[in-house]
């Protein structure tokens, strides 16, 4: 989908329609591959970290990412994407 708004074949209106997500987490998966572009050009190599589904309920997932030294974060089901992303950061630059 990325691709496909880079492109000029949809707009990002489409694709928060079609995926049925916000303007935000769209906004956050451009910003993150931008990131991760950059990244590649350094020579750096993506970290990932684990991520398990802790329970399923009828509303969704619950999702528990386990960011080391102690720090986990806890994610409830219709979570915004990009505003996890940016809690992580801030998590880890100590700024929380």
Avoid: H, N, Y
């Avoid at 708004?5 to 451009?30: D, F, K, N, Y």
């Avoid at 020579?43 to 970290?49: C, E, I, K, M, W």
């Amino acid at each position: 989908m990325l691709e496909a708004v880079r492109s000029g074949r949809m707009t990002g209106r489409q694709v928060v329609a079609e995926l049925g997500i916000s303007s935000g987490t769209l906004g956050g998966w451009v910003r993150a591959s931008k990131l991760r572009a950059q990244a590649r050009q350094r020579g750096r190599v993506a970290r990932f970290v684990p991520v398990r589904v802790e329970a399923v309920a009828a509303g969704g997932c619950v999702a528990v990412v386990e960011l080391g030294e102690g720090l986990r974060v806890r994610v409830e089901a219709g979570f915004d994407g990009g505003e996890v992303a940016r809690l992580v950061r801030a998590l880890r630059a100590g700024a929380c």
